[in-house]
């Protein structure tokens, strides 16, 4: 079902000609999807260690030694895999709002976890997901940029997304656990979509070469914003139920990495005529129904037992 409307959507629009779209929207599918499925079991074992742990390296610690956190880490490398794979042969315009379905692919695993039935209201919400990715992305006909940019833009953008992923921390230090939750989310969010630009550009290097790429600042940088940006999803999912965090993070990332590649990509969206009105219509779609999709009871897992 959800394969076959999204690619109902993007049938109208050509980023590229032939398999080679059908490659990059099968490769974004399959990154949501282990995304999401890593999301359900990494949450179910953050949420078990005690709150003082959060944004502390002893909460990965702990992490490591649960079956499914390293399960859902697993997962997590697989996902990234399949989005690295999109990313070099797409654009972040393109593969990260497909990314958005992982939240619609994680909903019947919690619920199959949780011995619980997905509400009508909860298939309405995914329904309202997937199509509204399909609609914008239809719309907006993504175009590919130029993974490439200044040394003064990287500082630019990398001071910035260091510099809000700081403020959540710190904001979040002082917070309740609700709140905390969301904001860390924010802050994952926004270091994911960096390091979906680090991952694109990363690949577009590769073109040149292993020898080549290594000479260069970007994989390492790359090293480290995943490290970064693990560890503030893992103290989000510690901090409060999955419905506080995942909608956030799901909808941050994509936000994100979509304005660096509008912005220091060159990538670009149609801007003609009514496009504009049904871009709005989709994202709109995608944003009520990622939130009203958290509210299922599936997605309400707190503070679980040891």
Do not use: K
């Not at 980023?15 to 995304?35: E, Q, T």
């Not at 610690?61 to 399949?82: K, M, Q």
């Not at 990260?96 to 909903?107: T, V, Y």
């Not at 149609?270 to 509210?295: I, K, Y």
Request: one cysteine or more.
């Amino acid at each position: 079902m959800v394969l076959a409307i999204v690619a109902q959507g993007l049938a109208v629009f050509h980023h590229h000609v032939g398999r080679s779209l059908v490659s990059i929207v099968l490769l974004a599918l399959a990154s949501a999807a282990s995304y999401g499925l890593a999301a359900v079991l990494q949450h179910r074992a953050a949420i078990r260690e005690p709150p003082e742990l959060s944004m502390r390296a002893g909460l990965l610690i702990r992490l490591v030694r649960r079956p499914r956190w390293l399960i859902g880490n697993a997962l997590d490398g697989v996902g990234f895999l399949f989005q690295f794979l999109a990313l070099r042969r797409g654009s972040l315009i393109l593969v990260e709002p497909i990314l958005i379905l992982s939240l619609a692919l994680a909903l019947p695993l919690a619920a199959w976890l949780d011995h619980q039935r997905v509400s009508a209201a909860g298939w309405l919400s995914t329904a309202g997901v997937v199509g509204g990715v399909a609609l914008f992305l239809g719309a907006a006909h993504p175009g590919l940029g130029h993974p490439h940019a200044s040394g003064e833009a990287w500082t630019l953008l990398t001071v910035a997304i260091v510099a809000l992923c700081a403020v959540a921390v710190v904001v979040a230090r002082g917070s309740s656990r609700p709140r905390a939750a969301v904001l860390l989310a924010a802050g994952s969010g926004t270091a994911f979509g960096y390091v979906a630009a680090l991952t694109e550009r990363t690949g577009h290097l590769l073109n040149f070469g292993l020898v080549h790429t290594l000479t260069t600042w970007v994989p390492y940088a790359l090293v480290v914003g995943a490290i970064a940006s693990l560890l503030l999803t893992q103290s989000a999912y510690h901090a409060g139920a999955l419905r506080l965090s995942l909608p956030t993070l799901t909808v941050a990332q994509p936000l994100v990495a979509g304005a660096i590649g509008l912005s220091i990509f060159g990538e670009h969206i149609d801007s003609h005529g009514v496009r504009p009105f049904f871009e709005v219509l989709g994202l709109a779609l995608v944003m009520v129904g990622v939130f009203v999709l958290a509210r299922s009871s599936v997605m309400t897992v707190d503070r679980a037992p040891a």
